[in-house]
């Protein structure tokens, strides 16, 4: 072996062992189980939704991030680009976000549901029962300090409650998986009342004071 061949074979040894050592880091290992888990959700057919969306919608943002925001479904738009919030109420999610000095990039954002119910309709009992061990194996992975639960379907998932959003939103909860949760109103309400806004960006407020 020349100088060349073994400089070209340790170099290679050296960005083997470091490719390694990344996978077998906290952070390395769970983009890993993301990924298994997202390859899962691609091939799954435990519901009928996988015959009409275009597009898995896994997650979008940081899953290394200590904050997790979920919602219910993806939309259209989310349907179309395969992430989840990037219509109108992801926009005003996203500002949201930005207003409190943080980006989607600081956050993981991700919804019950990995395919859009036709015409937007609300997710089926057993469409949520099919897709939600995703979101718990999702959350499991990720081990956030907080979970923001976004609108009705959400809240009462996560928190296993009869209770409607009204009544949740802006308390503090803790779910019966141990996860710090605040529940509050989904973007696409606020869309409908503006009038919710500040309720929204108080709920955000305080969750991002937990991280």
């Known amino acids: 072996m020349n100088r060349d061949e073994l400089i070209f074979h340790i170099d290679a040894l050296l960005k083997e062992e470091w490719i390694d050592g990344l996978n077998s880091s906290p952070a390395g290992e769970k983009a890993l189980k993301l990924k298994e888990l997202e390859n899962t959700c691609f091939e799954c057919k435990r519901c009928r939704l996988y015959k009409t969306a275009k597009n898995l919608v896994f997650y979008d943002g940081n899953p290394n991030s200590s904050i997790v925001f979920v919602g219910e479904a993806p939309g259209a738009d989310e349907d179309e680009q395969g992430k989840p919030f990037v219509g109108r109420a992801g926009r005003l999610l996203t500002a949201t976000i930005e207003n ?3 980006t989607r990039n600081d956050v993981y954002i991700c919804n019950i549901l990995k395919h859009r119910p036709p015409e937007n309709r609300n997710p089926l ?3 949520i029962e099919a897709c939600s061990p995703y979101l718990i194996e999702q959350l499991y992975i990720i081990k956030p300090k907080i979970i923001v639960a976004l609108g009705n379907f959400s809240s009462k998932f ?25 529940p509050t109103f989904h973007p696409a309400a606020i869309l409908r009342n503006p ?4 309720e929204l960006e108080t709920d955000i407020k305080n969750a991002f004071a937990l991280m």
């Open 100 to 102: 409190l000095g943080y």
């Open 125 to 127: 009992p057993d469409e």
């Open 158 to 182: 996560i928190l296993s409650s009869d209770e409607g959003i009204t009544k949740l939103r802006g308390i503090m909860k803790t779910s019966p998986l141990g996860y710090n949760v605040m």
């Open 195 to 198: 009038n919710l806004l500040s």
